[in-house]
């Protein structure tokens, strides 16, 4: 068995559990403190995997949410071909998950 491969595989798990609220989302975050500095992720192929990075970065730092995420994409030509690049920001957040079930069964708007 590889010894880093355990702790990425833990690494991974906490990153899929990370909550993630979008800059249009401000009524359902307003409520969190945002005393982190941004997190940046750039030239990332897919928009699933700039979210996936942003939320290890998260996750690898001890935060469990990320706040007022904004993606934004950039086309690139390779030659005939024409792709897409993704970059994106994020404020990492530790938000006591029982108290935002809480919010969200008694108001899931």
Sequence with gaps: MIPGLETDDALMARARDVNVFYKSQGKESRFIRR??????????????????????????????????????????????????????????????QAALDRRFINNPN
Excluded at 46 to 73: C, H, K, M, P, W
């Design 35 to 96: 005393t982190e500095k941004p997190i940046k992720v750039e030239g990332i192929p897919d928009r699933d995997e700039a979210i996936l990075q942003l939320a290890v970065l998260a996750a690898r730092a001890g935060f469990n949410t990320l706040l007022d995420v904004q993606l934004s994409t950039e086309k690139v030509q390779n030659g005939k071909w024409h792709s897409s690049i993704w970059s994106g920001t994020a404020i990492p957040a530790s938000v006591d």
